[in-house]
């Protein structure tokens, strides 16, 4: 029995290893606002698709522990996902799978502010817990789409 204790005490401390180096991967709200910025610079500079393909670089600086950028236009079509390229064309204005109408909240944001923060929920990384997520969205200077990147709160 002592055998399996320590077998046990063994496997918790690795999980629980594993678990906070897994939060140290995450990146903070702060970190999401800088890159969103970033990228929309990028965009201005070198247009969007220039930038798109930057954003979808594997190893690029432009995904970053957790972070990732989407881009969407104001009628709610996803211009570019970095991490669901499959998802680029569909309309998601009207999607609420855990409580909150996230994209349209974030076309009001853009139309209304130019930029700022829309919090909702989404499921966790590696778990189905739902959690408290914000993304920094930022319009282009034509105002005719936005990019954003999220971060668990």
Known sequence: M?????ILAV?????????????????TPEEAKELTIKAMALVESQGKDAAFKAFAQEGGEFLPKDLYMFCMDLEGVMTFHAKKPQLAGKNLMS???YGDMLFKDMIDKAKADGEGWVNYKWPYPGSEEIREKASYIKTDAAKSFFCGAGAYK
């Open 2 to 6: 002592k055998k399996w204790g320590r």
């Open 11 to 27: 496997a918790a401390l690795m999980i629980s290893g594993a678990s906070a180096a897994n939060a140290s991967d995450m990146a």
């Open 95 to 97: 999607f609420n799978k």
